[in-house]
């Protein structure tokens, strides 16, 4: 039987005291050649994996027995105090590159299993002014792709994204929140929406460190959380081998910082102390982005940057599961092609693959309109011909908006 050993060792002796240690494995019974190892982070204990020996020899000594074949691995939390500092990976939110694999290494990097739909009963539970909305969000869409006139002499690229955020969602979200003003977290007092704040976040996943800062395009806080979508459950060693990875760092096209501070910021300074701490929605605007892997990377790790923020600031610490899982949503979109995602946090112990994942449900990308040929790409002015009935408009977008926006708490 394979038994792992933990030596409880004080902080004050936490380099590699050879005297020490030695004396520890004698007392257990154990030899030289026995392979020690360091347990990683700033944690005072060391592992030592011995491949035979009996539990009676390490009885009545300061010695934690585990037994690998019938007890599950919880995970040890890592100590950060406020000013630690490390040679930490940078992951950017603008996944605009053409890195092949994407979405599979932005789900290994955050340790998320992906279903590719969402829950039939958040679309079922929003079914009431859903035809009158449908028609308000063709007109709004209508007005600002085929009726609005662009700027001859300010057609630059970088006002592009400014068209589609303050065009095109700024109205959707308005519209929403109007047709949804009798669900409780709507309700004025009972939620806040925020444009482009910081967002911070670190994590540790295959024993090297991460982290991000990025800015949502907006952010819906609310008092209460979102319900459970589902009960957390640990993966089979047998389809954890089936799942794409582990992926090298420079594989991902991430690089390190010299040395950075390791902060939590859920896009709220004093979060803990504000009465909407709760990401109810994202919404994430990037009009670079081209492929469908790319939506779907920017949104999934938007929502765990949010969700792993909160958490840590509620005092979750690194490398243990969280006793009440976090959910939120996000709905990314370049300007033409639009998706709508949940993500569900259940852990931050992400040193290995074992134990249990995080899980994120979305739709395919779903075309908002059908474009004019003779339209210069990525105008989003004029792109749509000025008729009646807008081409290419799918009911599928008003049905999820209205129901993402109308997601009530508990």
């Known amino acids: 039987m394979k ?18 240690l030695g004396k520890k494995m004698a007392m257990a019974g154990l030899t030289k050649s026995s392979k020690c190892v360091p347990k990683f982070g700033k944690i005072a204990n060391f592992r030592v994996i011995s491949q035979s020996y009996s539990v009676n020899t390490v009885q009545n000594l300061d010695v934690e027995l585990i037994e690998t074949a019938e007890k599950v691995e919880k995970g040890v939390p890592f100590l950060f105090l406020p000013h630690t500092v490390k040679k930490a990976y940078n992951v950017k939110s603008g996944v605009t590159t053409s890195l092949p694999q ?20 958040i679309l079922s539970n929003n079914e009431s002014n859903f035809d009158e909305f449908k028609l308000l969000l063709h007109d709004s869409l209508a007005q600002t792709t085929a009726f609005q006139k662009t700027p001859k002499n300010k ?52 024993y090297k460190f991460y ?108 490398g243990t599961n969280l006793d009440q899982p976090l959910v939120t949503q996000c709905i990314v979109s370049n300007g033409h092609l639009i998706s709508f995602m949940m993500y569900q946090l259940n852990t931050l112990n992400m040193l290995t693959d074992k134990g249990v994942w995080n899980r994120c449900w979305y739709t395919p990308s779903i075309g908002m309109f059908e474009q004019n040929n003779e339209a210069s790409h990525g105008r989003i002015y004029e792109e749509a011909l000025p008729q009646d ?18 997601n009530e708490t508990v």
């Open 389 to 406: 009935i807008l081409e290419g408009f799918s009911d599928d977008l008003p049905k999820h908006f209205h129901a993402f926006i109308g």
């Open 102 to 121: 994407v979405f599979d290494k932005y789900k290994w990097l955050t340790k998320t299993l992906s279903s590719p739909n969402i829950p039939e009963d």
């Open 211 to 318: 982290q991000t800062q990025i800015r949502p395009t907006y952010t819906l806080k609310t008092q209460n959380p979102l319900a459970i979508i589902e009960e957390p459950n640990e993966i089979h060693p047998l389809d954890i081998e089936r799942i794409p990875g582990p992926f090298d760092p420079y594989a991902m096209n991430l690089y390190r910082h010299p040395v950075v501070h390791l902060t939590s910021r859920p896009a709220l300074d004093n979060s803990r102390y504000s009465q909407y701490h709760h990401c109810h929605t994202s919404i994430a605007i990037n009009n670079r982005l081209r492929t469908d892997e790319q939506i779907y990377s920017l949104g999934m790790f938007t929502m765990f940057a949010q969700l792993s923020a909160q958490a840590q600031a509620n005092g979750v610490l690194q």
């Open 155 to 206: 057609d630059d690229k970088r006002f592009r994204q400014e068209r589609m955020v303050n065009g095109i969602f700024s109205n959707f979200l308005r519209l929403s929140m109007v047709k949804n003003n009798s669900k409780a977290h709507l309700k004025p007092g009972n939620f806040y929406l925020l444009n482009k704040t910081q967002l911070e976040s670190h994590w540790v996943r295959n």
């Open 3 to 20: 038994t792992k050993v933990y030596f409880n060792i004080p902080v004050h002796k936490i380099s590699w005291n050879r005297q020490f």
